[in-house]
């Protein structure tokens, strides 16, 4: 059963940093992509990067040049960088994975809170 565990959300002061880390139960080889989302309270979940195929890098145009996404395949770990925080960054951050199978089956992590204060 594939997990994906989301840490290093908190509480962090405008112009601030975190690092969001996915942790998954799989090698992250079995994926061909994998993203982070996020949610507002109120707002639809929005892409904010993805990597495909352990390389291309693409990013939201919100968080282009303050947010970097990466992979640790040694520790099956995928990264989110958040540097310069604004207030609206704050949000769920969700973790996503593609499995390309018969199908491409999609998996979810819980999410982890971010919230920045002005």
């Known amino acids: 059963q594939v997990q994906l565990v989301e840490s290093g959300g908190g509480l962090v002061e405008s112009g601030g940093s975190l690092r969001l880390s996915c942790a998954a139960s799989?090698?992250?080889?079995?994926?061909?992509?994998m993203a982070w989302y996020r949610q507002a309270p109120g707002k639809q979940r929005e892409l904010v990067a993805t990597i495909t195929n352990g390389v291309t890098t693409d990013y939201a145009d919100s968080v282009k040049g303050r947010f970097t996404i990466s992979l640790d395949d040694a520790q099956n770990t995928l990264y989110l960088q958040m540097n310069s925080l604004k207030p609206e960054d704050t949000a769920v951050y969700y973790c996503?994975?593609?499995?390309?199978?018969?199908?491409?089956?999609?998996?979810w992590g819980q999410g982890t809170q971010v919230t920045v204060s002005s």
């Open positions: 996503n994975a593609d499995e390309p199978r018969l199908a491409v089956v999609t998996y």
């Open positions: 799989v090698s992250i080889f079995r994926f061909n992509a």
